[in-house]
């Protein structure tokens, strides 16, 4: 018995610039997830190839892929996936402990995440006394800690009401103003607006993709 092979991507050729703020979005399964799965090094496609600062990513063995993606990639996700029984403080600093970052260096470092997202005054709180868009600050000063060239965010005001919403676009603006890369995957084309660089997804190919009209330096992905 023969099974088909359902092909979620198809013929997609995206290059992303150092420093670009691009939005990916589409109709729901139109491979917008999948793509930044792959962008992610999560997924692994069936052809094709994938570079990540010059190498490609698919001839690294997995010890290779999970450092690149450590030092390279941050991720903010729908859910916020905060540990309940960490202070914010503790939450942004745990991934410091795997990279065998000094406890001391880790919060000093986590500290300041956090009062670049907002929220100094609320380091001592646990995921609980913190509203949704205060979850997702956090969530944000967390991808940033291991300070990844790129940062890749899946409907990250998905489980945020719309008044919260400028809250966190504001916060990957300003990142993106000091020169880190998003990517921000997203269904609603009131958030895509707030990026520099528009790509449209549909039954997965790219059917659009608008870029401003300055471009960054350096090639990433």
Same mark, same amino acid.
């Given at each position: 018995?023969?099974?088909?092979?359902?092909?979620?991507?198809?013929?997609?050729?995206?290059?992303?610039?150092?420093?670009?703020?691009?939005?990916?979005?589409?109709?729901?399964?139109?491979?917008?997830?999948?793509?930044?799965?792959?962008?992610?090094?999560?997924?692994?496609?069936?052809?094709?190839?994938?570079?990540?600062?010059?190498?490609?990513?698919?001839?690294? %063995?997995?010890?290779?892929?999970?450092?690149?993606?450590?030092?390279?990639?941050?991720?903010?996700?729908?859910?916020?996936?905060?540990?309940?029984?960490?202070?914010?403080?503790? %939450?942004?600093?745990?991934?410091?402990?795997?990279?065998?970052?000094?406890?001391?260096?880790?919060?000093?470092?986590?500290?300041?995440?956090?009062?670049?997202?907002?929220?100094?005054?609320?380091?001592?709180?646990?995921?609980?006394?913190?509203?949704?868009?205060?979850?997702?600050?956090?969530?944000?000063?967390?991808?940033?800690?291991?300070?990844?060239?790129?940062?890749?965010?899946?409907?990250?005001?998905?489980?945020?009401?719309?008044?919260?919403?400028?809250?966190?676009?504001?916060?990957?603006?300003?990142? %993106?103003?000091?020169?880190?890369?998003?990517?921000?995957?997203?269904?609603?084309?009131?958030?895509?607006?707030?990026?520099?660089?528009?790509?449209?997804?549909?039954?997965?190919?790219?059917?659009?993709?608008?870029?401003?009209?300055?471009?960054?330096?350096?090639?990433?992905?």
């Amino acid at each position: 018995m023969t099974y088909g092979v359902l092909g979620a991507l198809k013929d997609v050729n995206l290059e992303i610039h150092e420093g670009e703020f691009v939005s990916i979005s589409g109709p729901s399964g139109s491979g917008k997830s999948t793509l930044l799965a792959v962008l992610g090094l999560l997924e692994r496609p069936s052809v094709g190839t994938y570079c990540v600062n010059g190498q490609d990513a698919w001839r690294l %063995n997995d010890g290779e892929q999970s450092r690149l993606r450590g030092e390279t990639l941050g991720f903010v996700f729908q859910q916020f996936h905060l540990l309940p029984e960490l202070t914010a403080l503790e %939450n942004v600093a745990r991934p410091l402990r795997f990279a065998r970052v000094p406890p001391t260096e880790a919060r000093a470092r986590a500290a300041r995440l956090l009062d670049r997202v907002g929220l100094a005054a609320r380091a001592g709180h646990r995921p609980s006394q913190l509203s949704g868009g205060e979850q997702q600050r956090v969530a944000i000063a967390r991808a940033l800690v291991r300070q990844p060239r790129m940062l890749l965010a899946d409907e990250p005001t998905g489980n945020l009401p719309q008044s919260l919403w400028a809250d966190i676009l504001d916060v990957f603006t300003g990142l %993106n103003q000091e020169g880190h890369t998003i990517v921000l995957v997203t269904h609603d084309p009131l958030v895509a607006a707030r990026a520099s660089r528009h790509v449209i997804l549909h039954d997965g190919t790219i059917t659009k993709d608008t870029r401003s009209s300055v471009e960054a330096p350096a090639t990433l992905i």
